[in-house]
């Protein structure tokens, strides 16, 4: 069985379908959590101030933490993103796994277009370390880096899983996973984000890519249940009569 047809059986859809739905009802309570947190702390929590000046620190100290944190930027960045996404439904597409290619294009374009609706009814200000080390003038409230690293590194986790073989899938979907969470916290580490935005974040971004994967099980699901009602037998072929003498 290949690794694609491993992960469509019936009884694998079933399991993936309840882990989506616990993933979405998850991340769903949480962003709902932290943004009546942030409703009533738009200048940072206690605990967003205590972490961002950690980190901040560290950061602006160092050299290379700093060429590292900037890194992240740049591919937690819309252009970066968009050139991956697009290569990799393009491959997707060619090697005929359709349902994989638009599964894993709705994922990344609407884990920018989620935190881009979020930001506009939630006016938050940056923290007062924005632009020492990277400029942001927008609202701060999610962190759109860290929504669409997460809608899009999660979505090609589980294109790996999906397709890769066993010995290769968990750790290329590991570490895509945690490039995703990086990409959030070098958002805190340049001073362009608090805490709480990141983790509102990852919170719509996994909450997205759960619904978008929870309609591909359940049109795989349709499917492999219409495949199995089908008629077994071809049509009989008309039998010839002998003509009698």
Same mark, same amino acid.
């Not at 490039?179 to 996994?206: K, N």
């Given at each position: 069985?290949?690794?694609?047809?491993?992960?469509?059986?019936?009884?694998?859809?079933?399991?993936?379908?309840?882990?989506?739905?616990?993933?979405?009802?998850?991340?769903?309570?949480?962003?709902?959590?932290?943004?009546?947190?942030?409703?009533?702390?738009?200048?940072?929590?206690?605990?967003?101030?205590?972490?961002?000046?950690?980190?901040?620190?560290?950061?602006?100290?160092?050299?290379?933490?700093?060429?590292?944190?900037?890194?992240?930027?740049?591919?937690?960045?819309?252009?970066?993103?968009?050139?991956?996404?697009?290569?990799?439904?393009?491959?997707?597409?060619?090697?005929?796994?359709?349902?994989?290619?638009?599964?894993?294009?709705?994922?990344?374009?609407?884990?920018?277009?989620?935190?881009?609706?979020?930001?506009?009814?939630?006016?938050?200000?940056?923290?007062?370390?924005?632009?020492?080390?990277?400029?942001?003038?927008?609202?701060?409230?999610?962190?759109?880096?860290?929504?669409?690293?997460?809608?899009?590194?999660?979505?090609?986790?589980?294109?790996?899983?999906?397709?890769?073989? /066993? +010995?290769?899938? &968990?750790?290329? #979907?590991? @570490? $895509? =996973?945690?490039?995703?969470? *990086?990409? !959030?916290?070098? %958002?805190?580490?340049?001073?362009?984000?608090?805490?709480?935005?990141?983790?509102?974040?990852?919170? /719509? +971004?996994?909450? &997205?890519?759960? #619904?978008? @994967? $929870? =309609?591909?099980?359940?049109? *795989?699901? !349709?499917?492999? %249940?219409?495949?199995?009602?089908?008629?077994?037998?071809?049509?009989?072929?008309?039998?010839?009569?002998?003509?009698?003498?």
């Amino acid at each position: 069985m290949t690794p694609t047809a491993a992960w469509t059986t019936r009884s694998a859809l079933a399991r993936e379908r309840r882990a989506l739905v616990m993933i979405l009802v998850v991340s769903a309570t949480a962003f709902a959590t932290l943004a009546v947190i942030v409703a009533r702390a738009l200048a940072g929590t206690s605990a967003d101030k205590t972490i961002a000046r950690w980190l901040f620190g560290a950061t602006d100290g160092s050299s290379a933490l700093s060429a590292v944190a900037r890194l992240l930027d740049l591919l937690g960045g819309n252009l970066f993103s968009i050139a991956l996404i697009l290569a990799t439904t393009f491959v997707l597409a060619a090697r005929r796994h359709r349902y994989l290619a638009a599964y894993l294009f709705a994922s990344a374009l609407g884990g920018v277009l989620v935190s881009t609706f979020v930001k506009a009814f939630v006016d938050r200000p940056r923290p007062p370390t924005v632009g020492t080390l990277i400029a942001e003038s927008t609202s701060s409230f999610p962190s759109g880096h860290a929504t669409s690293s997460v809608a899009t590194f999660g979505a090609l986790a589980v294109v790996c899983l999906v397709v890769l073989r /066993p +010995g290769v899938r &968990w750790w290329a #979907a590991g @570490a $895509l =996973i945690g490039l995703g969470l *990086a990409i !959030g916290v070098s %958002r805190v580490a340049v001073g362009v984000h608090w805490p709480t935005d990141v983790l509102a974040g990852w919170a /719509p +971004g996994s909450a &997205w890519t759960s #619904a978008v @994967a $929870l =309609i591909v099980v359940q049109v *795989a699901m !349709g499917r492999s %249940r219409g495949s199995r009602e089908l008629p077994r037998s071809s049509p009989s072929t008309p039998t010839r009569h002998r003509r009698t003498s």
